[in-house]
């Protein structure tokens, strides 16, 4: 299910939480939204998710409009940063309520899942740790087969083999079963191992919005020493939007053509050179200069 968003306005009072906001998401792929606390993230989240109602821009899933259609929310299933369940309510309870809203349940996956993750289906979910809690939603949340999964902090609360486990079965359901997952995060190196495309918000509005192969075959790192340090033209001639020099080893970010990068640089005979990958991190941090932010109020680790 393609996810079509097109100019999204919510404010609180004077204050505008999402500001004029536009992505396209496409089906079978994840896709990350990046950004600091009070970005705006979880609320436009939960405009997506149908929970508040823009005033202005629509959100479209498949064409149709998500606010008030019962249609479409019975294939689109949000996790929100805090686990939320019914007072006394156990996971059998949670899975009962799940099946009367969502059309493609699952009670083999959900038996299967509860059984894998070792969750007691008769325990109030209410006295369970925030890891256990979080194990808790995905398994009803995967076993309602959702065509689209929103995910606010998706790993926060799990240990590290829980994550591992619960990525694993979402990556399964995106290649197997075409679900589409947008996940809000403040953990860039995750993000980079999981998703097709990323965006970032700051001040409730998205800067950034790219494919992540595209953005990696556009940039990479150059460290080079040299007998002389050359002039400016030769961090012209390489594309270089960033250069750090310590000594006679130069330090580069470069950004364009990746294709003639080594033999632009063979010409200044250089002692030794290596080109190396940017990490995600990197990339936004040369991205977001060159559009005036500092990488400190956009991003947290």
Same mark, same amino acid.
Not at 111 to 138: I, T, Y
Not at 177 to 200: G, K, Y
């Given at each position: 299910?393609?996810?079509?968003?097109?100019?999204?306005?919510?404010?609180?009072?004077?204050?505008?939480?999402?500001?004029?906001?536009?992505?396209?998401?496409?089906?079978?792929?994840? +896709?990350?939204?990046?950004?600091?606390?009070?970005?705006?993230?979880?609320?436009?989240?939960?405009?997506?998710?149908?929970?508040?109602?823009? &005033?202005?821009?629509?959100?479209?899933?498949?064409?149709?409009?998500?606010?008030?259609?019962?249609?479409?929310?019975?294939?689109?299933?949000?996790?929100?940063?805090?686990?939320?369940?019914?007072?006394?309510?156990?996971?059998?309870?949670?899975?009962?309520?799940?099946?009367?809203?969502?059309?493609?349940?699952?009670?083999?996956?959900?038996?299967?899942?509860?059984?894998?993750?070792?969750?007691?289906?008769?325990?109030?979910?209410?006295?369970?740790?925030?890891?256990?809690?979080?194990?808790?939603?995905?398994?009803?949340?995967?076993?309602?087969?959702?065509?689209?999964?929103?995910?606010?902090?998706?790993?926060?609360?799990?240990?590290?083999?829980?994550?591992?486990?619960?990525?694993?079965?979402?990556?399964?359901?995106?290649?197997? +079963?075409?679900?589409?997952?947008?996940?809000?995060?403040?953990?860039?190196?995750?993000? &980079?191992?999981?998703?097709?495309?990323?965006?970032?918000? +700051?001040?409730?509005?998205?800067?950034?919005?790219?494919? *992540?192969?595209?953005?990696?075959?556009? +940039?990479?790192? *150059?460290? $080079?020493?040299?007998?002389?340090?050359?002039?400016?033209?030769?961090?012209?001639? $390489?594309?270089?939007?960033?250069?750090?020099?310590?000594?006679?080893?130069?330090?580069?970010?470069?950004?364009?053509?990746?294709?003639?990068?080594?033999?632009?640089?063979?010409?200044?005979?250089?002692?030794?050179?290596?080109? *190396?990958?940017?990490? *995600?991190?990197? $990339?936004?941090?040369?991205?977001?200069?060159?559009?005036?932010?500092? $990488?400190?109020?956009?991003?947290?680790?």
């Amino acid at each position: 299910m393609n996810i079509n968003i097109t100019g999204v306005d919510k404010s609180f009072g004077a204050k505008k939480a999402v500001d004029n906001v536009s992505l396209n998401i496409k089906e079978g792929t994840m +896709h990350g939204l990046l950004g600091s606390n009070g970005a705006g993230k979880t609320t436009f989240m939960k405009v997506m998710a149908g929970i508040y109602k823009p &005033e202005n821009g629509e959100v479209l899933y498949g064409g149709q409009e998500v606010f008030e259609n019962t249609l479409v929310k019975s294939e689109v299933i949000f996790i929100q940063d805090m686990p939320y369940f019914f007072t006394s309510a156990t996971l059998n309870k949670m899975a009962v309520f799940y099946e009367g809203i969502y059309s493609n349940w699952s009670e083999k996956r959900f038996h299967q899942l509860a059984d894998h993750f070792n969750l007691n289906p008769d325990q109030p979910l209410n006295a369970l740790s925030k890891g256990m809690k979080r194990q808790a939603s995905f398994i009803l949340a995967m076993s309602a087969r959702p065509k689209v999964m929103l995910l606010d902090e998706p790993f926060d609360g799990l240990d590290p083999i829980m994550r591992n486990q619960v990525k694993n079965i979402m990556m399964q359901d995106i290649a197997n +079963h075409n679900m589409t997952v947008i996940a809000s995060s403040h953990n860039l190196r995750e993000m &980079e191992d999981l998703c097709d495309s990323v965006s970032i918000m +700051h001040n409730g509005e998205v800067l950034f919005n790219r494919d *992540l192969n595209e953005i990696k075959g556009s +940039h990479c790192k *150059l460290q $080079i020493a040299f007998k002389t340090l050359p002039d400016e033209n030769f961090y012209k001639d $390489i594309g270089a939007v960033h250069k750090n020099i310590r000594g006679r080893v130069a330090t580069c970010i470069i950004k364009g053509d990746l294709t003639a990068v080594e033999r632009k640089v063979t010409k200044y005979d250089p002692l030794m050179y290596d080109i *190396l990958p940017l990490t *995600l991190e990197e $990339i936004f941090t040369y991205e977001m200069g060159e559009k005036g932010y500092e $990488i400190s109020n956009i991003i947290v680790e």
